[in-house]
């Protein structure tokens, strides 16, 4: 009796279970709905009523939270309930996060098809309203993202805290053992930087390239910049048709990329090296160079004062293309915030308000958004945060902006740069495959 | 029951009356087992429905996504058995399954070959305080969750840990190298973190089989002559071939659905080469959005740790089972 009920109740169970599942495909066709219209052409606040903003930050970047701290303190009806997770873990996270339990403010990853699928905010009211519309476009463009997931053009689905840029850090003590005073002005000179300072026995470059994070697609991103055009590299990123990133300038970049691995300019252990370990190294003397970005700088003038400098990669003549990645510190508002008029106030807050745009540069150690003719405070002369900045606007002459080429879909950076990078390094991979490789990667990806 | 039936059906009663009272009885004993065996299942049915809800259900959906192509959030696609194929031709989830495959190497031959070792060597020191400590040292991984083991093995096998460092004070410096950086060395760096944290494991349950061995058996075999290396042979090894069994299966599944010793260490670098199912389920579900093909590689994965422990435990156990 007993052994014939027993897989008999199994059965009942297990199909209970199946028809529960299994009666309908899974996933919703309607994206959530706004639980708090957006508040139209005109320009939104945060009343006077007491506000609590739901915030999903990325920890180790004080400035997220620094801006809110003074918000509160200029509105104190305005308090902030804040939750941090790493960038990695906020990729992960991002789809569910913004359905679920949506939240007003969220550092954003690659957004492109958080807004296909309808979790994000469309901002444009605001931008109307606040008159973003009259900021340098450029500034927008990457948050821009039309309805075939394309970035560069359609509604504006995220806003960005700062815009940040890439370069290179270098340690003044060690180059001026290596007789560097002045930063190079070709690559040729760069290469022959670097080579002084490996017969020096000074570890050229220590860059992180561990894990699911390929560090080394700064550098190449950096090379990619001046061997070709960077508005071709953002078409590419920005998934525009026929976009490719295996063409003949880009080989050059990877090429030349390839001959710094072979002369061992890179620190040996690079392909287990993560980010900390790179800025512990770099800060600690340990390297001569540090392929990073501006949002370092506050930190760096803190952690090694008047020792850190900065330039970007140099072009390939004098006077040629430079270009540096350049990207807003994305925030986006969720479809379903509750309050979407309030985080939008508080986007608009961080760029025109004196204060906030002083801790953006002092805290953040990046370039504010908001008009180009906008206040920006007093910096020491001669600091790290006062090279970066001077460098960003001859970036933003040379109209050399481009978004991170990690930032292409959202898998292309784990899934594909990053082994492929490590794989270049162990000497498994060429250039020329890499690239291949990568848009192989990047078509399956966008095809979907 | 066969006792009651008898007792309670006197050979000599005859006629209706008898009969009748014989099925009233019969009737109420029935009733008395149905309510018996309902509140059986009255009090498995809470714990049958967690199972249910949160094992067999996950499971089953599981095995509903892999036939569509979702992003997990959107509307989702019928695609039948294309998942499935994606699984078994992309050179990169292929290469992953070899990964785990090799995986088994440390993660099971390591640890039971040094379990057995181990046991047998405090079996032999038994009395002395050396074999507590022994136990205990060699537990000790046991207790460490996984990502500490993990955070801990990536320091000691960095350019500068204390591996690295050992070699150089053995006059090894020349085979010093980023262990966990290095395509040929990454996955058996990886898997040495393992072997470490299974071998307590299996010391423990093999111990305990040991203690199960009749003494007397050694006895007989020392007054015949045996050594120890035969005494281990023909008697320790047969003796706890359910405990190498139990231990061979616990941690082939750890081999081949491993994830966080790896998510932390290498994270499945260099280039791919300590990637493992389990990590590729990861990243294909919450970095590529590809509910539909991370769900069917989770049901190969389940359908391959089940072919795979199978037939081992059946080898394994032998005739006892």
Same mark, same amino acid.
């Not at chain 1, 873990?89 to 550092?107: C, G, H, K, W, Y």
């Not at chain 1, 990329?257 to 980010?275: K, R, V």
């Not at chain 1, 370092?296 to 330039?311: C, I, K, T, V, W």
């Not at chain 2, 009272?21 to 009090?43: F, H, P, Q, T, V």
């Given at each position: 009796? &007993?052994?014939?009920?027993?897989?008999?109740?199994?059965?009942?169970?297990?199909?209970?279970?199946?028809?529960?599942?299994?009666?309908?495909?899974?996933?919703?066709?309607?994206?959530?709905?706004?639980?708090?219209?957006?508040?139209?052409?005109?320009?939104?606040?945060?009343?006077?009523?007491?506000?609590?903003?739901?915030?999903?930050?990325?920890?180790?970047?004080?400035?997220?939270?620094?801006?809110?701290?003074?918000?509160?303190?200029?509105?104190?009806?305005?308090?902030?309930?804040?939750?941090?997770?790493?960038?990695?873990?906020?990729?992960?996270?991002?789809?569910?996060?913004?359905?679920?339990?949506?939240?007003?403010?969220?550092?954003?990853?690659?957004?492109?098809?958080?807004?296909?699928?309808?979790?994000?905010?469309?901002?444009?009211?605001?931008?109307?309203?606040?008159?973003?519309?009259?900021?340098?476009?450029?500034?927008?463009?990457?948050?821009?993202?039309?309805?075939?997931?394309?970035?560069?053009?359609?509604?504006?689905?995220?806003?960005? /805290?700062?815009?940040?840029?890439?370069?290179?850090?270098?340690?003044?003590?060690?180059?001026?053992?290596?007789?560097?005073?002045?930063?190079?002005?070709?690559?040729?000179?760069?290469?022959?930087?670097?080579?002084?300072? $490996?017969?020096?026995?000074?570890?050229?470059?220590?860059?992180?390239?561990?894990?699911?994070?390929?560090?080394?697609?700064?550098?190449?991103?950096?090379?990619?910049?001046?061997?070709?055009?960077?508005?071709?590299?953002?078409?590419?990123?920005?998934?525009?048709?026929?976009?490719?990133?295996?063409?003949?300038?880009?080989?050059?970049?990877?090429? &030349?990329?390839?001959?710094?691995?072979?002369?061992?300019?890179?620190?040996?252990?690079?392909?287990?090296?993560?980010?900390?370990?790179?800025?512990?190294?770099?800060?600690?003397?340990?390297? /001569?160079?540090?392929?990073?970005?501006?949002?370092?700088?506050?930190?760096?003038?803190?952690?090694?004062?008047?020792?850190?400098?900065?330039?970007?990669?140099?072009?390939?003549?004098?006077?040629?293309?430079?270009?540096?990645?350049?990207?807003?510190?994305?925030?986006?508002?969720?479809?379903?915030?509750?309050?979407?008029?309030?985080?939008?106030?508080?986007?608009?807050?961080?760029?025109?308000?004196?204060?906030?745009?002083?801790?953006?540069?002092?805290?953040?150690?990046? &370039?504010?958004?908001?008009?180009?003719?906008?206040?920006?405070?007093?910096?020491?002369?001669?600091?790290?945060?006062?090279?970066? /900045?001077?460098?960003?606007?001859?970036?933003?002459?040379?109209?050399?902006?481009?978004?991170?080429?990690?930032?292409?879909?959202?898998?292309?950076?784990?899934?594909?740069?990053?082994?492929?990078?490590? $794989?270049?390094?162990?000497?498994?991979?060429?250039?020329?495959? /890499?690239?291949?490789?990568?848009?192989?990667?990047?078509?399956?990806?966008?095809?979907? | 029951?066969? !006792?009651?039936?008898?007792?309670?059906?006197?050979?000599?009663? #005859?006629?209706?009356?008898?009969?009748?009272?014989?099925?009233?009885?019969?009737?109420?004993?029935?009733?008395?087992?149905?309510?018996?065996?309902?509140?059986?299942?009255?009090?498995?049915?809470?714990?049958?429905?967690?199972?249910?809800?949160?094992?067999?259900?996950?499971?089953?959906?599981?095995?509903?996504?892999?036939?569509?192509?979702?992003?997990?959030? %959107?509307?989702?696609?019928?695609?039948?058995?294309?998942?499935?194929?994606?699984?078994?031709?992309?050179?990169?989830?292929?290469?992953?399954?070899?990964?785990?495959?090799?995986?088994?190497?440390?993660?099971?031959?390591?640890?039971?070959?040094?379990?057995?070792?181990?046991?047998?060597?405090?079996?032999?020191?038994?009395?002395?305080?050396?074999?507590?400590?022994?136990?205990?040292?060699?537990?000790?991984?046991?207790?460490?969750?996984?990502?500490?083991? !993990?955070?801990?093995?990536?320091?000691?096998? #960095?350019?500068?840990?204390?591996?690295?460092?050992?070699?150089?004070?053995?006059?090894?410096?020349?085979?010093?190298?980023?262990?966990?950086?290095?395509?040929?060395?990454?996955?058996?760096?990886?898997?040495?973190? !393992?072997?470490?944290?299974?071998?307590?494991?299996?010391?423990?349950?093999?111990?305990?089989?040991?203690?199960?061995?009749?003494?007397?058996?050694?006895?007989?075999?020392?007054?015949? %002559?045996? !050594?120890?290396?035969?005494?281990?042979?023909?008697?320790?090894?047969?003796?706890?071939?359910?405990?190498?069994?139990?231990?061979?299966?616990?941690?082939?599944?750890?081999?081949?659905? #491993?994830?966080?010793?790896?998510?932390?260490?290498?994270?499945?670098?260099?280039?791919?080469?300590?990637?493992?199912?389990?990590?590729?389920?990861?990243?294909?579900?919450?970095?590529?959005?590809?509910?539909?093909?991370?769900?069917?590689?989770?049901?190969?994965?389940?359908?391959?740790?089940?072919?795979?422990?199978?037939?081992?435990?059946?080898?394994?156990?032998?005739?006892?089972?």
């Amino acid at each position: 009796m &007993h052994k014939t009920l027993r897989p008999i109740v199994l059965l009942g169970v297990t199909s209970v279970a199946l028809a529960l599942a299994a009666c309908a495909p899974p996933g919703g066709s309607a994206a959530p709905s706004a639980s708090a219209a957006p508040n139209g052409g005109e320009a939104a606040t945060c009343g006077d009523e007491d506000v609590v903003l739901k915030g999903y930050f990325e920890t180790g970047f004080p400035l997220p939270s620094a801006l809110a701290e003074e918000f509160t303190r200029q509105y104190p009806n305005v308090t902030f309930d804040i939750r941090e997770d790493q960038f990695a873990i906020i990729t992960q996270n991002a789809p569910r996060v913004l359905q679920d339990s949506p939240p007003d403010l969220m550092r954003l990853p690659q957004m492109s098809e958080l807004a296909t699928d309808g979790l994000l905010l469309d901002l444009d009211p605001y931008a109307e309203g606040f008159g973003w519309t009259d900021w340098p476009q450029s500034q927008l463009t990457q948050l821009r993202v039309d309805e075939e997931g394309r970035r560069g053009s359609g509604p504006l689905y995220a806003q960005g /805290l700062n815009y940040s840029m890439t370069g290179v850090f270098f340690n003044k003590e060690l180059a001026a053992q290596i007789g560097m005073d002045e930063a190079p002005a070709t690559l040729e000179e760069f290469d022959a930087a670097l080579q002084a300072a $490996k017969d020096a026995g000074i570890v050229p470059i220590a860059q992180f390239n561990g894990g699911a994070t390929g560090g080394l697609a700064f550098p190449l991103q950096g090379l990619m910049a001046s061997y070709g055009d960077p508005a071709a590299i953002n078409e590419w990123i920005f998934q525009q048709p026929g976009a490719t990133i295996d063409t003949p300038e880009n080989l050059a970049a990877a090429e &030349h990329l390839q001959s710094w691995i072979d002369a061992g300019f890179f620190a040996e252990d690079i392909n287990s090296m993560d980010y900390a370990q790179m800025m512990s190294r770099f800060i600690g003397g340990e390297s /001569l160079f540090m392929f990073n970005g501006d949002w370092e700088s506050g930190n760096l003038d803190a952690q090694m004062a008047g020792n850190a400098g900065f330039f970007l990669v140099p072009p390939v003549e004098e006077g040629g293309q430079i270009g540096a990645m350049s990207a807003p510190l994305t925030f986006g508002v969720a479809a379903a915030a509750e309050n979407p008029d309030c985080a939008a106030f508080f986007l608009d807050w961080t760029a025109t308000n004196e204060d906030a745009r002083a801790l953006t540069v002092e805290v953040g150690g990046s &370039h504010p958004m908001g008009p180009a003719d906008a206040f920006m405070p007093a910096i020491e002369e001669g600091s790290t945060t006062d090279e970066t /900045l001077a460098a960003g606007s001859i970036m933003g002459e040379a109209n050399g902006g481009m978004d991170f080429i990690a930032n292409a879909t959202g898998a292309i950076y784990a899934q594909s740069w990053t082994p492929n990078l490590q $794989k270049m390094v162990a000497g498994e991979q060429t250039p020329a495959g /890499l690239l291949e490789s990568v848009q192989a990667d990047y078509e399956s990806q966008v095809g979907n | 029951m066969e !006792g009651v039936r008898t007792a309670a059906a006197p050979v000599e009663s #005859s006629g209706a009356a008898a009969l009748t009272d014989e099925r009233l009885l019969l009737r109420r004993r029935r009733r008395r087992k149905a309510i018996r065996n309902l509140s059986a299942y009255g009090l498995v049915l809470p714990a049958a429905g967690f199972y249910v809800f949160f094992v067999v259900r996950p499971i089953v959906l599981s095995a509903q996504y892999s036939f569509y192509e979702w992003n997990g959030i %959107g509307p989702a696609t019928w695609v039948g058995i294309t998942n499935y194929i994606e699984v078994f031709t992309n050179p990169k989830l292929v290469g992953a399954i070899l990964n785990a495959f090799e995986l088994i190497l440390y993660f099971t031959v390591l640890p039971v070959a040094i379990a057995l070792l181990a046991a047998n060597l405090i079996r032999a020191i038994a009395a002395s305080r050396l074999a507590g400590v022994a136990r205990t040292v060699l537990f000790l991984p046991q207790v460490i969750p996984l990502v500490a083991a !993990g955070i801990m093995w990536s320091w000691q096998l #960095s350019t500068d840990g204390l591996v690295n460092q050992i070699l150089r004070l053995l006059g090894l410096g020349g085979i010093t190298r980023a262990w966990l950086g290095n395509f040929d060395t990454a996955l058996p760096a990886v898997g040495v973190i !393992g072997a470490w944290v299974l071998v307590g494991l299996c010391l423990v349950l093999i111990l305990a089989g040991m203690t199960k061995i009749d003494p007397a058996l050694y006895e007989a075999a020392r007054i015949d %002559g045996a !050594g120890p290396v035969r005494e281990f042979f023909t008697i320790t090894l047969p003796g706890v071939r359910q405990e190498v069994a139990v231990c061979v299966t616990v941690t082939v599944i750890a081999a081949l659905a #491993s994830f966080d010793i790896i998510y932390i260490s290498t994270q499945g670098g260099p280039g791919d080469s300590t990637l493992v199912p389990g990590l590729q389920i990861f990243y294909l579900a919450f970095y590529e959005r590809e509910i539909g093909t991370a769900s069917a590689f989770a049901i190969v994965l389940m359908v391959l740790v089940l072919v795979v422990v199978v037939p081992l435990q059946r080898v394994l156990r032998g005739r006892e089972s």
